[in-house]
């Protein structure tokens, strides 16, 4: 299974995003400033927007999902139950998941915005797609709510994640990193090897790697053991 | 001076708190109140029971300057040049003095490039600076960033840091999901159900969530 991106054009006024590079089974973190195509890009690969040139080509791949950045834009339905049932799923597995239980019959609008991603996301990881991107998945979340999506996109044993995040604090095991800058994709490779060539790498970790500490992977738990190993 | 008495308003529970430092972090779970106190604050909010008050005067009559973390649920004009000129057009400044207010707010906030674009064709943090230049404007006296930071990357979070830090409010309320951010504020409020359960510095906040994910990153490596 896997995604291939080939030659990548697209434009849409003055900006321009372009880029290749091959999306194997695992977990796969976008990283980028503002502005600079994640949002295009998970688009693009959700088959959202045509590419201008070049080619998207998937391979094995059954089913596709792509979870917005802002969890209102995903919202149909006049209550939290039936916006469950219109992802074709019974509500009350999913909100369980989601500690909403109790707002069954509210408006989705009246959750807070905590709550709307939780709701978004549970729904999302139930639908358990081949390939699933997910832009900005812990933006609105607490840091308790971002360990319990890390660890959801750690436990899908099979398929494709795309993260696209500029997370800097709680980040998932993933099995390699990805930049876009200024339209740019560039595949950095697979982690461990990845990590030194991480320009946006979180301050712990930049931290780690400027005292010579080589991480594992790319979570605060991962900086912290390698740091314990320089030190002896 | 921020001074809350005898606060009571939907989840809130705040007693009596005082506070005089000029960048105050707010912490604390998803639901714990933190952008209803931002919103009582304001003034965008009347509370059910008990004062505030900024600057010795209702919220009401201070000028503040609100940053949200969704700004399509406060942007109001389809160009950002009007958006940003709203707030001195609403308080009828003269023409020239609100075209150069407006300048000069896109260039602190490093985004005179974007001036005559739309606003539903920005990027999610684009729309971010752009409401965080309306916000700056009008020189509030308080500044209030509701998880304003949520959806920037770095470079852009050190640039609303540094617009912030520069501004001439003489309070900044900030409510920020990032540790890292609330480690370089003067004071710390961290909520839980309504109530502010810790508060003073950064260094005294954060000694009560060491057991917790509630902690600077770069504290816990340099351990």
């Known amino acids: 299974m896997r995604v291939e991106v080939e030659d990548l054009r697209f434009s849409r006024g003055p900006f321009t995003l372009?880029?290749?590079?091959?999306?194997?089974?695992?977990?796969?973190?976008?990283?980028?400033?503002?502005?600079?195509?994640?949002?295009?890009?998970?688009?693009?690969?959700?088959?959202?927007?045509?590419?201008?040139?070049?080619?998207?080509?998937?391979?094995?791949?059954?089913?596709?999902?792509?979870?917005?950045?802002?969890?209102?834009?995903?919202?149909?339905?006049?209550?939290?139950?039936e916006e469950v049932r219109s992802w074709g799923l019974a509500p009350d597995d999913v909100l369980a998941r989601a500690n909403l239980s109790a707002r069954a019959n509210d408006d989705p609008f009246h959750l807070s915005r905590g709550e709307l991603k939780r709701l978004t996301l549970a729904c999302t990881f139930m639908r358990?797609?081949?390939?699933?991107?997910?832009?900005?998945?812990?933006?609105?979340?607490?840091?308790?709510?971002?360990?319990?999506?890390?660890?959801?996109?750690?436990?899908?044993?099979?398929?494709?994640?795309?993260?696209?995040?500029?997370?800097?604090?709680?980040?998932?095991?993933?099995?390699?990193?990805?930049e876009i800058e200024a339209g740019t994709l560039t595949p950095l490779g697979h982690v461990p090897d990845a990590i030194p060539r991480w320009r946006h790498a979180p301050p712990y970790l930049r931290y780690a790697l400027d005292r010579g500490a080589r991480p594992e992977n790319i979570r605060l738990t991962d900086a912290r053991e390698a740091l314990c190993r320089t030190r002896g | 001076m921020i001074r809350i008495t005898g606060l009571s308003h939907r989840i809130l529970d705040i007693p009596d708190l005082a506070l005089d430092a000029r960048h105050i972090a707010v912490i604390g779970p998803n639901g714990s109140g933190k952008t209803t106190l931002l919103s009582v604050c304001s003034g965008i909010e009347e509370p059910d029971e008990g004062t505030v008050r900024l600057l010795g005067r209702p919220p009401s009559a201070v000028k503040v300057g609100w940053v949200g973390e969704f700004?399509?649920?406060?942007?109001?004009?389809?160009?950002?040049?009007?958006?940003?000129?709203?707030?001195?057009?609403?308080?009828?400044?003269?023409?020239?003095?609100?075209?150069?207010?407006?300048?000069?707010?896109?260039?602190?906030?490093?985004?005179?490039?974007?001036?005559?674009?739309?606003?539903?064709?920005?990027?999610g943090g684009?729309?971010?600076?752009?409401?965080?230049?309306?916000?700056?404007?009008?020189?509030?006296?308080?500044?209030?960033?509701?998880?304003?930071?949520?959806?920037?990357?770095?470079?852009?979070?050190?640039?609303?840091?540094?617009?912030?830090?520069?501004?001439?409010?003489?309070?900044?309320?900030?409510?920020?999901?990032?540790?890292?951010?609330?480690a370089g504020a003067d004071y710390l409020l961290f909520m839980e159900g309504g109530a502010v359960r810790h508060h003073g510095t950064p260094e005294e906040v954060f000694a009560r969530l060491e057991e917790t994910c509630f902690y600077p990153t770069l504290w816990r490596v340099r351990q």
């Not at chain 1, 390939?131 to 979340?141: G, H």
């Not at chain 1, 319990?148 to 500029?166: L, N, P, Q, W, Y």
């Not at chain 2, 003489?170 to 890292?180: G, P, R």
């Open chain 1, 18 to 81: 372009r880029g290749s590079g091959t999306f194997n089974a695992g977990v796969h973190l976008v990283s980028g400033p503002v502005g600079s195509g994640k949002s295009t890009l998970a688009l693009l690969l959700a088959g959202l927007l045509r590419p201008g040139g070049g080619a998207i080509r998937r391979d094995g791949v059954s089913s596709a999902l792509l979870l917005l950045q802002f969890p209102e834009h995903h919202v149909t339905s006049p209550t939290v139950a």
């Open chain 1, 128 to 178: 358990n797609p081949d390939l699933l991107m997910l832009d900005e998945p812990f933006s609105s979340l607490d840091c308790t709510a971002k360990r319990k999506v890390c660890r959801m996109i750690e436990e899908r044993d099979a398929g494709i994640t795309i993260i696209f995040s500029h997370e800097r604090a709680v980040l998932p095991r993933v099995d390699a990193l990805w």
């Open chain 2, 71 to 123: 700004p399509d649920r406060t942007l109001l004009f389809s160009r950002v040049y009007d958006e940003i000129a709203s707030t001195p057009r609403f308080r009828h400044r003269p023409c020239r003095e609100t075209d150069e207010r407006v300048r000069a707010a896109a260039e602190r906030v490093g985004i005179p490039h974007l001036l005559e674009r739309t606003v539903t064709a920005l990027s």
């Open chain 2, 126 to 182: 684009e729309k971010a600076l752009v409401a965080l230049a309306a916000a700056c404007v009008d020189d509030p006296d308080v500044l209030v960033l509701d998880e304003a930071d949520s959806h920037l990357d770095a470079g852009t979070a050190e640039r609303l840091r540094a617009v912030v830090e520069a501004s001439t409010a003489a309070h900044v309320l900030w409510c920020t999901q990032s540790m890292d951010t609330a």
